[in-house]
């Protein structure tokens, strides 16, 4: 699967989370093969899914109501044993370098960016014209 391109347009809508979710478990297990019974091709692809699940969340989370409904883009992409998915939105623009939330006063919302650094290799993000674009990779 190398050089491999798959993209995904969603509504942006928690509805769809799933199929995000499932999708990203499905590049993850076409990338790892024979290795996703293996406690570490598992661990791979829990990863992956998880960080690619907060990501949507997050847009849908933000997503602005318009007369247009809202889409994101997932685009996943497999090169030299690494694992890469961009999330795409038209949110308005964000920090990826958010504080750590407190977590003595239990909130309900704010770890999501927390949890794509922890388990993701590489995390960047930027702005093209009016799109967020988050790049998350993940190494076999």
């Given at each position: 699967?190398?050089n491999s391109?798959i993209t ?9 989370a799933r199929?995000?979710?499932q999708?990203?478990s ?7 093969g024979?290795d996703?019974?293996e ?7 829990h990863?992956f899914?998880?960080?690619v699940?907060?990501?949507?969340t997050?847009?849908v ?6 007369a247009t ?6 685009t996943?992409f497999?090169e030299q044993?690494?694992l890469?998915v961009s999330v ?10 958010t ?7 239990y ?5 999501g ?5 922890k388990?993701?290799d590489h995390?960047?993000?930027r702005?093209e014209?009016n799109y ?5 990779s993940k190494?076999?």
């Amino acid at each position: 699967m190398n050089n491999s391109n798959i993209t995904l347009t969603l509504p942006a809508e928690r509805l769809f989370a799933r199929v995000a979710r499932q999708t990203a478990s499905s590049v993850a297990d076409l990338v790892i093969g024979d290795d996703r019974h293996e406690p570490a091709g598992r661990d791979f692809s829990h990863a992956f899914e998880l960080a690619v699940s907060e990501a949507f969340t997050n847009s849908v989370t933000h997503a602005r109501e318009s007369a247009t409904p809202q889409v994101v883009k997932l685009t996943f992409f497999f090169e030299q044993r690494q694992l890469v998915v961009s999330v795409h939105d038209a949110n308005d623009p964000f920090t990826i370098e958010t504080p750590v939330p407190d977590i003595e006063s239990y909130p309900e919302n704010g770890f999501g960016l927390l949890i794509i650094r922890k388990v993701m290799d590489h995390v960047t993000y930027r702005r093209e014209g009016n799109y967020n674009i988050i790049s998350m990779s993940k190494t076999l």
